[in-house]
C-alpha cells in the first residue's frame, strides 16, 4: 500500500532561518507526491508536486520541495521562513494510474511554528 | 468565484439526528471526494466519485451515504449521527481520472459537531 511519513509532530524555527519539514514515503512503481498546507480553521491548500524530471520543485510562497529517490524522502524547504509560515503542513502521496482510484494518502502532519 | 464550496460551515446537532453536507465545484472536474479530518489531525479518505460513479469507499459506516447528482456537486448525507462523526469534513475535487498526476482543490471544511 501507498503510504506517507512524516516523522516530526511540530518544526520549531525563528524568522528568517530557513526550513525543512520532512516526509518520506514508500510507493509501488513510480510516485506521485505532494504537499499542502492548512491554516487554522482553513481547507488544505495546495503548494507544490513531485510527478516526474527535476529534484527540486518549486511551488508557492517561496516553498521548494527535494525529490530524492534513494533517501525516498520528499522534503519540504524554504530558505527564509515567516512568521506567516506557521501552519499545518501534511506530505501526500497519490495512487498511480494503474489502480484507478486517484486516491490521495495523506501522512499525519507537521506543525510549523516560526517565532519571531 | 470559490472553486469548491461547501455548505454548511459548522453543523451542531443532536445524537440520532440526520443531517447534509452540501459540495460543489466550479472547476470542470471530473472526481470528487469526501476526506474526514479528526482531532488530531488525521486526514482520511471517505468516498470518491468519477462523473457521478462511485469509486473510493473507504469502509465507512453505511450510515454515510454520498450522492452525485451531478459531476459538479457530491453531497454527505449522515443518519443516526453518533458522538464520533464529530470531524471536520472536506470535500475536494480533481481533474484527471487515473492520470495520478494531478492536485486536488479542498473545500473549507464543515465543522460537525454531535452532542
Known amino acids: 500500500a501507498q503510504s506517507v511519513a512524516q516523522p516530526e509532530d511540530q518544526v520549531n524555527v525563528a524568522e528568517g532561518n530557513p526550513l525543512t519539514v520532512k516526509c518520506t514515503y514508500s510507493?509501488?512503481?513510480?510516485?506521485?507526491l505532494f504537499w499542502y498546507v492548512q491554516y487554522p480553521n482553513r481547507g488544505l491548500q495546495f503548494l507544490l508536486k513531485y510527478i516526474t524530471g527535476d529534484n527540486l520543485v518549486k511551488g508557492s510562497y517561496g516553498f521548494e520541495a527535494e525529490f530524492n529517490k534513494s533517501q525516498t524522502s520528499f522534503h519540504l524547504k524554504k530558505p527564509s521562513a515567516l512568521v506567516s509560515d506557521s501552519a499545518l503542513y501534511f506530505c501526500a502521496v497519490r495512487d498511480p494510474p494503474s489502480y484507478n482510484t486517484d486516491k490521495l494518502i495523506f501522512g499525519t502532519g507537521t506543525r510549523l511554528q516560526v517565532f519571531p | 468565484d470559490t472553486a469548491v464550496s461547501q455548505t454548511p460551515k459548522y453543523l451542531v446537532t443532536q445524537m440520532g439526528n440526520d443531517k447534509s453536507i452540501k459540495c460543489e465545484q466550479n472547476?470542470?472536474?471530473?472526481?470528487m471526494y469526501w476526506y474526514k479530518q479528526d482531532s488530531k489531525k488525521f486526514l482520511k479518505i471517505m468516498f470518491s466519485?468519477?462523473?457521478?460513479?462511485l469509486i473510493i469507499n473507504e469502509t465507512v459506516p453505511n450510515r454515510f451515504s454520498p450522492k452525485s447528482p451531478d459531476k459538479a456537486h457530491l453531497n454527505l448525507h449522515i443518519n443516526s449521527l453518533e458522538l464520533g462523526d464529530s470531524a471536520v469534513y472536506f470535500c475536494?475535487?480533481?481533474?484527471?481520472w487515473g492520470g495520478g498526476a494531478t492536485e486536488a482543490f479542498f473545500g473549507q471544511g464543515t465543522r460537525l459537531t454531535v452532542v
Open positions: 472547476l470542470g472536474h471530473d472526481t
Open positions: 510507493v509501488s512503481g513510480n510516485p506521485y
Open positions: 475536494a475535487s480533481s481533474q484527471g
Open positions: 466519485y468519477n462523473n457521478k460513479e
